[in-house]
């Protein structure tokens, strides 16, 4: 065979490798638009339901609209960083709606959608929300899950709460409370040692321990509000019981303590006593609860 026909041949056979190459990239190529345009398609379509519903929870925030929320949720909502049932998400905006007369919020701009997986969707958007104090925005987001074919609110948080709640955590796991009260009340345990040495009639006494009784007894009212404020509503509601069994003790150790004296001045001098060491030992063993969480 001549050199110039090997050269036609071996063109003629690089021309039809290309060709096939080219048809087969084609066709790859249109596969993949496709596929592309399904999937595109099938986002879009899920962005579309799921703004429907974010308008409908901000509709519903807005107006107070109980009704219309409890449609859109789970049964169980990351809520600000702590995981609620329904039931308690539901609690927490009727205490929400309550506090705060004047209220209102819209979405401004758009809501931009990420997919997190095949059952959930995550929205970010701005929050504008209206309050008697002014308007503020919240870089708000979202999420979303797909159960059992409707999608539910699974998560709710704003940019801004996320960064107060890191603090606020930060400040409680560094703060040492029980040791910082009794530094606190210090001086107040040293007035009461004053007073009751000058005292000269069981009366003087009894304003002195009626003094100390006051200062801790606020100090066992804020610690008792800040562990509700921490505790879940199982908690809470275990804490409050066991307080009023603390002050049915406490009452009954006062009255035992007067009745040794039938009553009397040094009777209602020996009870303050009783209700203030009592109130001191809840107070310091609350601290101690909260400083373990």
């Known amino acids: 065979m001549s050199k110039s026909k090997k050269i036609f041949l071996f063109l003629l056979f690089f021309s ?47 107006n107070k609209d109980i009704t219309a929320l409890e449609s859109i949720l789970a049964d169980k909502i990351e809520y600000y960083q702590q995981t609620v049932t329904k039931a308690e998400y539901i609690s927490d905006k009727k205490k929400f709606f309550e506090k705060n007369n004047i209220y209102g919020q819209e979405i401004k701009g758009d809501i931009e959608y990420k997919i997190l997986s095949e059952r959930q ?10 309050t008697k104090n002014g308007t503020n925005d919240y870089p708000s987001y979202l999420i979303f899950e797909n159960i059992n074919g409707d999608w539910k609110l699974v998560l709710e948080s704003d940019l801004i709460s996320d960064e107060n709640i890191k603090k606020k955590k930060s400040v409680s796991k560094n703060t040492n409370y029980e040791k910082n009260l009794i530094a606190k009340m210090k001086p107040v345990d040293q007035e009461l040692d004053d007073m009751l040495s000058y005292s000269q009639s069981t009366a003087d006494m009894t304003a002195a321990i009626n003094y100390a009784s006051g200062a801790w007894d606020t100090e066992l009212n804020i610690i008792y509000k800040l562990l509700m404020e921490k505790l879940s509503k199982e908690e809470q509601i275990s804490l409050r019981d066991k307080q009023r069994n603390w002050i049915k003790m406490r009452d009954s150790k006062i009255n035992e303590a007067a009745a ?11 009870g303050r006593s009783v209700f203030l060491e009592e109130t001191k030992k809840r107070t310091l063993e609350l601290s101690r609860i909260y400083d373990s969480l």
């Open 16 to 62: 039809l490798i290309s060709c096939k190459n080219n048809i087969f990239n084609k066709i790859l190529d249109k596969k993949t638009k496709q596929t592309d345009s399904i999937e595109k398609n099938k986002a879009d379509s899920v962005n579309q339901k799921i703004e429907k519903i974010v308008r409908k929870w901000n509709s519903a925030t807005s």
């Open 121 to 130: 969707v995550k929205v970010d958007f701005l929050k504008e929300v209206t």
């Open 260 to 270: 040794e004296f039938e009553g009397g001045s040094m009777g209602r001098v020996t």
